[in-house]
C-alpha cells in the first residue's frame, strides 16, 4: 500500500503564476519530511527539510509546511520560472536513524509555460 | 556539494543477459544505496551499504546482487536480467544513514531496458 502520496500528479501554470503541491502520507512513525526537486533525466536534489510538528521552512521561492497531527505537508512555489518545471518529490523519513526507511512519493510533474 | 557518479547512463541488454552498474562518491560517505524508480511509483530501495564490504538489503532485493569493494564505490549486478528490471536506477550516498535528517545525494540515473 502506498504511504506517501502526492497531488496532483501533474499541474500546468503559466510562469510568474504560484503554486501548490500537496503530500499527504501514513507513514508511522514520522520522523521527518523532504521534499525534493528532480529535473527530467536527472537525480534528486533536496529542496527542505522538515522536522517538527508545524514546522514550516522556506528556501528562496520555495516554502513548506509539516502538520504532524494531519500527516500533510504542502510546498508552495512562488513567482514561478520556466526552471522550475520538474518532478517534485515528498520524501517521509520514518526514523531518525539509520534502521530507519525512506517513504517516496510517485511525485507531482511541474510544468511552467511562458 | 557532495558528487556522486553513476555509469553507464544507458544500458540495454536481452533477457537472461549479465549487467553491472557502477557508482562511485568522491565524499567519503559512509552510507549508500541502489533505488530503482518506475512510472507511477515512488523510488524503491533495491540495497544499501553502510560501509566497504558491508551489504544491506533492501525492499526489492530480489533478482538483484550489490556489492562494496570501497568506501567510494557500490556496484549493483544483475545476472539474469529479466523485462521486469527494465527501470532508472539511482545511486545515492549519505554521511549518515539516510533516514535521519542527513543529507542524502543522488546520482544521475543509468536507464536500463531489458529486451
Request: aromatic fraction near 8%.
Given at each position: 500500500k502506498?504511504?506517501?502520496?502526492?497531488?496532483?500528479?501533474s499541474?500546468?501554470?503559466?510562469q510568474?503564476?504560484?503554486?501548490?503541491?500537496?503530500?499527504n502520507?501514513s507513514?508511522?512513525?514520522?520522523?521527518?519530511?523532504?521534499?525534493?526537486?528532480?529535473?527530467?533525466?536527472k537525480?534528486?536534489?533536496?529542496?527542505?527539510?522538515?522536522?517538527h510538528?508545524?514546522?514550516?521552512?522556506?528556501?528562496?521561492?520555495?516554502?513548506?509546511?509539516?502538520?504532524?497531527?494531519?500527516?500533510?505537508?504542502t510546498?508552495?512555489?512562488?513567482a514561478?520560472?520556466?526552471?522550475?518545471?520538474a518532478t517534485?518529490?515528498?520524501v517521509?523519513?520514518?526514523?531518525?536513524?539509520?534502521?530507519g526507511?525512506?517513504?517516496?512519493?510517485?511525485g507531482?510533474?511541474?510544468i511552467v509555460?511562458? | 556539494?557532495?558528487?556522486?557518479t553513476q555509469?553507464?547512463?544507458?544500458k540495454v541488454?536481452?533477457?537472461g543477459?549479465n549487467?553491472?552498474?557502477?557508482?562511485r562518491?568522491?565524499?567519503?560517505?559512509?552510507?549508500?544505496?541502489?533505488?530503482?524508480q518506475?512510472t507511477?511509483?515512488?523510488?524503491?530501495l533495491?540495497?544499501?551499504?553502510?560501509?566497504?564490504?558491508?551489504l544491506?538489503?533492501g525492499d526489492?532485493?530480489?533478482?538483484?546482487?550489490?556489492?562494496?569493494?570501497?568506501?567510494?564505490?557500490?556496484?549493483?549486478l544483475?545476472?539474469?536480467?529479466?523485462?521486469?528490471?527494465t527501470?532508472?536506477?539511482?545511486?545515492a550516498?549519505?554521511?549518515?544513514?539516510?533516514?535521519?535528517?542527513?543529507?542524502?545525494?543522488?546520482?544521475?540515473?543509468?536507464?536500463?531496458?531489458?529486451?
Amino acid at each position: 500500500k502506498t504511504q506517501v502520496e502526492q497531488s496532483p500528479q501533474s499541474l500546468v501554470v503559466r510562469q510568474g503564476e504560484n503554486c501548490v503541491l500537496q503530500c499527504n502520507y501514513s507513514v508511522t512513525p514520522d520522523n521527518h519530511l523532504r521534499w525534493f526537486k528532480q529535473d527530467t533525466g536527472k537525480g534528486l536534489v533536496s529542496l527542505t527539510v522538515l522536522v517538527h510538528e508545524n514546522d514550516k521552512t522556506s528556501n528562496g521561492r520555495y516554502s513548506a509546511t509539516l502538520d504532524k497531527d494531519a500527516k500533510h505537508s504542502t510546498l508552495h512555489i512562488t513567482a514561478t520560472l520556466l526552471d522550475d518545471t520538474a518532478t517534485y518529490i515528498c520524501v517521509v523519513g520514518d526514523r531518525g536513524s539509520a534502521l530507519g526507511r525512506l517513504h517516496f512519493g510517485a511525485g507531482t510533474q511541474l510544468i511552467v509555460i511562458p | 556539494e557532495a558528487a556522486v557518479t553513476q555509469s553507464p547512463r544507458n544500458k540495454v541488454t536481452v533477457t537472461g543477459g549479465n549487467v553491472t552498474l557502477s557508482c562511485r562518491q568522491t565524499n567519503s560517505h559512509n552510507y549508500m544505496y541502489w533505488y530503482r524508480q518506475d512510472t507511477g511509483h515512488g523510488l524503491r530501495l533495491i540495497h544499501y551499504s553502510y560501509g566497504a564490504g558491508n551489504l544491506q538489503i533492501g525492499d526489492v532485493p530480489d533478482g538483484y546482487k550489490a556489492t562494496r569493494t570501497t568506501q567510494e564505490d557500490f556496484f549493483l549486478l544483475l545476472e539474469l536480467a529479466s523485462p521486469s528490471q527494465t527501470s532508472l536506477y539511482f545511486c545515492a550516498s549519505s554521511p549518515w544513514g539516510g533516514a535521519d535528517t542527513g543529507q542524502l545525494y543522488f546520482g544521475e540515473g543509468s536507464k536500463l531496458t531489458v529486451l
